[in-house]
């Protein structure tokens, strides 16, 4: 029986991968990730989880252990946050060419400067284009859950691709919530042992990582973009397959009154929950109000979120990183992309809110949408500036 | 005794395995010392063995997609990050043999990197998997520049050397600064193999290799490569050029055995640098006061090593090594 547990979303993380039977963890301390990885160290020194844990010199070196161990066919983890990532990111672009499936935890965080280590999305939207499989956590239980389901999905060989979890730094790492834990026969039927199709070993030597020159190089690409592009119908079948399992089933894109909706709040992440008490404020007000939430941010579920807005004279995506002269934040940049070839489509308002931890309410979301009926469609507006 | 590793060739070379795993067809330059060493690598550590590759000229002539020169088991990730991607190998390796997952047998691990992937851009990540204590084997290819960007300098480029980011100029006369002891680094990680090695000395570079395999814990092998394009040097100079080295003094061959030294090739007198320097055009600027300057630290770092043969070894009680 699955039993439910008040505990930190960082240790209920650490107890998936441990769950998980991972082979590897190879990680550096950066805050917010420290508890997640503390509670390994412990599971491991403890004996409860027989894995390796490597202690690396930084984040740049856990994605490289990861990128080893991985090619052995071990299954690797790491985790961290902000700036560990923006060091590491050379070799995360490189973990999906080589197309090994590590699964990595990403405790979001806003990136230097000035220094903060409150959360917000800009350091995982520096590596939007690194090819990985990438979602975003709205609770502990996802956290937890998408720890077994990135393994399934990164390891089946018609994906093969590092997959990425993004939870909100604090906000999530630091919360206590109520967990149902999965039965370990449960998991074991759902994640069997990792069998790669390659790796490095000498009875069947191969070559990994090897260089192209222009006549190859954009076939490679190609082919990279293929897979993650055609990882969808696999990611589906994790979460399908998982809902069967344990009765939660997830979506590319969650949707909360919508079916009637003329104005409608996108968002990722942790602040989905908010969002929503402002969307059942504004619907007392009279006003139809719905939200979006994008759980599926790699590869971007088009299909899914075109359907989703159809209805929607009106659609306000909140950002939680800038592109700094740019035509928005990273998120509105995708959805106007994805309306714009549709005859009929939405005006889209881009609000950049919550950077490095400040705070939305939900009265701060029903200011932006009634804003919002004025905006103009065009560029971004970042909320709630001082002075 | 003086170990005269000369007198062995001739029986040595039948001895030596005729498997190759790095194979011809590489697309190394002419008179590559560099390729040479790596063939005597990879034939010294045999088929049970798995590489992770640097980016650097050896990546490049061996890995052309869809070709490979490699019969082991190869990967290359990035530059700065063969030691961290060789920790993740040995240690995936290990925890699979734990759990059963992959038939118990010995796999040696080695890591290859050239000069500037190993004591400049990569010293952090091989600083930390000698200090975790990885089962591995690091090997220094060291042609003393960035080579495969076009001879830019390292910080393993000797004093004095032209290179084109350290060019001979009119006021400022090639690298200024002395080339980083990067053994010494190794040694001072405490851990229980560092060896120096040169193509010249061929038999010798593969015991060392043998040994650093066969030695629990992280051991370090620094080669001297010559690169004839590079060092401004006739490619059928290679091979000599690598002996002028060791027999100047300027690249010394030694073993450090759990913080014992050992000379490999002890010479009573050293033959003059000039000897090693003139020979190769990336030295042809410098001024007979430079040269002096270069002979003298040289000398200084001879002694210097030679000192430590002796404090290493006077517990051995008067039993020469050297």
Redesign the interface.
Known sequence: MAIKVGMEVSIAAAEAVKQANT??V?AYPITPQTHIVEHLAELVNNGDL???F?????E??AM???????????R?FTCTSSQGLALMS??VY?AAS?RLPILMLLANRSLSGPLGIWNDHSDVMSIRDCGWIQVFAENGQEVYDHVFIGYRVAEDRNCLLPFLVNLDGFILTHMVEPIEMIDQAVVDRYLP?YKPLYS???D??????????PA?YTE?KKAQDEALKGSLPYIMKGWQEFGDLTGRYYHPIERYKTEDAKVILVTQGSLGGTASIAIDNLREKGELAGLVKIRLWRPFPFKEFREAVKGAELVVVMDRAISYGGPGGPLAGEIRSALYAQERRPRVVNVIAGIAGRDVAPEDFERMLQQAQQGSGEGYEIYGVRG | MIKHLDRLSVKKARQVSKEEYFVPGHRACQGCAEALAVRLVAKALGKNNVIACATGCIEIFSSPMPLTSWNVPWIHVAFENAAAVASGIESGLKVLMRKGRLPQQKINVTAMAGDGGTSDIGLQALSGAFERGHNFVYCCFDNEAYMNTGIQRSSATPFGASTTTSPAGKVVSGQTSWKKNMPEIAVAHDIPYVATACTSYPFDLMEKVKKAASIEGPAYVHILSVCPTGWRLPTHLSIHAGRLAVKTGMFPLYEVERGRYTLSVDLPKLLPIEEYLKIQGRFRHLTPEMIKGIQKRVRDEYEKLRKKVQMTNEDQQGKAVS
């Open positions: 082979d590897i190879a027989d894995a390796e490597i202690p690396v010199e930084s740049h070196s490289s252990v990861c990128a080893g161990s991985s090619a052995v066919g071990a690797s050379e070799i490189i080589l042992p490095l070993h000498p069947h030597p191969v070559t990994m990582g090897a260089f192209a020159d190859l490679a």
